[in-house]
């Protein structure tokens, strides 16, 4: 999986596995959750968003189940 760092005062970076459409947040705590059932365009608009903390909240967290990574 490959990550991008993305502007943001909450995420450190995201990746995406486009086999399993699982979306990966690190947070800048260092905190890793994995959204499973996430689509590319959603990863894309996510990495492309001028707000990219507001969009994971409003789009993604509810939308897509998700697990912290330990």
């Known amino acids: 999986m490959t990550k991008v760092k993305i502007r943001s005062k909450h995420v450190a970076s995201v990746g995406y596995d486009s086999i399993d459409q699982i979306l990966e947040i690190t947070f800048i705590s260092g905190e890793t959750y994995h959204h499973h ?12 968003s001028e707000h990219p903390g507001y969009y994971l909240l409003s789009r993604i967290r509810n ?4 697990k912290k990574v330990v």
């Open 37 to 48: 059932g996430v689509p590319k365009s959603a990863y894309t608009s996510l990495i492309h």
């Open 63 to 66: 939308t897509y189940p998700y």
